[in-house]
């Protein structure tokens, strides 16, 4: 049975620095505590995307691409169950306020969704610099304080015929790391042992969140992060709402592994090459589970 471990994001000791670095190494997927988000203000966010997803049709598809993919996504034949709201760049408090302008989001909505985001945007920077910390990285040269942010906020609405089936297929996230802010009470989602292959149930724990790195992760650290496969099953016939924000990649779109990386004994294992055109390349060949990192192999 896969564990996921439990991160306090205060690194108080050595050990648990360690435990950091070897949950990213191995899993590429951690839980974490001690992260400064507020639990009141997960509940309120909780309650606030709850009252987007029930706006009129039309309304949710003011909220439009700003880069391809990054708006609403309403149910299609392919995904009947699902839809998203999208918001590019979260980091940007002025299209966090263009995002709740386009859906006419009353006030106390969007002081919560501009209050959520700078939270997470604080935390999802703080992980990062605390990984590339962990793999020796001078403090120079760990700075993703304006790295493009991406919310997917997610509605599953399942029904009794949809349990036991896919809500999401096998994939790995395609920038670097995911802060995912789960449903309290629906579970579904499932990782992949890098061992064995098999996937392990992750059970919602709230007040927690969940980190799962990605495959600019594990280009960017000269494959030292794993990029964890995932998948959403449906347990239960029953709304499921998650959020996630992703830390994409370099604000110049360009991932490189850092010199430091780089050794004698540990040759370039990935050529540059620009973010979006990775994004263009997976969505090209179908590879949606990491194998497009393969082609690009120095």
């Known amino acids: 049975m896969t564990e996921i471990p439990m991160i306090d994001l205060r690194l108080a000791s ?7 670095r070897d949950a990213a190494r191995r899993l590429g997927c951690f839980r974490v505590t001690g992260h400064g988000v507020p639990r009141a203000l997960q ?3 909780k309650a606030a995307v709850r ?3 029930d706006l009129p049709d039309d309304a949710k598809r003011r909220n439009a691409d700003v880069i391809s993919g990054s708006g609403y996504v309403a149910p299609s034949e392919t995904n009947p169950l699902y839809e998203a709201f999208g918001l590019y760049d979260a980091a940007s408090p002025a299209d966090v306020d263009a995002f709740c302008a386009s859906l006419d989001a009353p006030p106390h909505i969007r002081e ?11 935390l999802i920077v703080d992980v990062a610099a ?7 990285l001078e403090e120079a040269d760990r700075s993703f304080q304006d790295w493009p942010c991406q919310f997917r906020i997610n509605r599953y609405n399942y029904t009794p015929d949809a349990v036991g089936k896919a809500g ?3 994939h790995t996230d395609s920038g670097f790391l995911t802060v995912l802010h789960e449903d309290d009470c629906v579970g579904g989602l499932e990782v992949a042992d890098p061992d064995t292959g098999e996937f392990a149930s992750v059970d919602p724990l709230p007040g ?3 980190v799962n790195l990605g495959d600019v992760a594990t280009a960017w650290s000269n494959g030292e992060l794993h990029n964890v496969r995932h998948r959403v099953q449906c347990v239960a016939a029953v709304p499921r709402v998650s959020i996630a924000l992703f830390l994409l990649a370099p604000k110049d779109d360009v991932v490189r592994a850092p010199d430091a990386f780089v050794t004698a004994g540990r040759h370039r294992r990935f050529r540059t090459f620009g973010y979006d055109d990775y994004r263009r390349l997976r969505q090209s060949t179908g590879e949606h589970a ?3 990192l393969a082609r690009l192999a120095a």
């Open 51 to 53: 009252a987007l997803f």
């Open 112 to 122: 919560t969704i501009r209050r959520y985001a700078e939270k997470t945007h604080e």
């Open 130 to 136: 605390k990984l590339a910390a962990s793999l020796g």
């Open 208 to 210: 927690t969140f969940l």
């Open 14 to 20: 050595p050990e648990e620095a360690a435990r950091l």
């Open 290 to 292: 990491g194998e497009a």
């Open 168 to 170: 999401v297929q096998v």
């Open 43 to 45: 509940d309120d966010m």
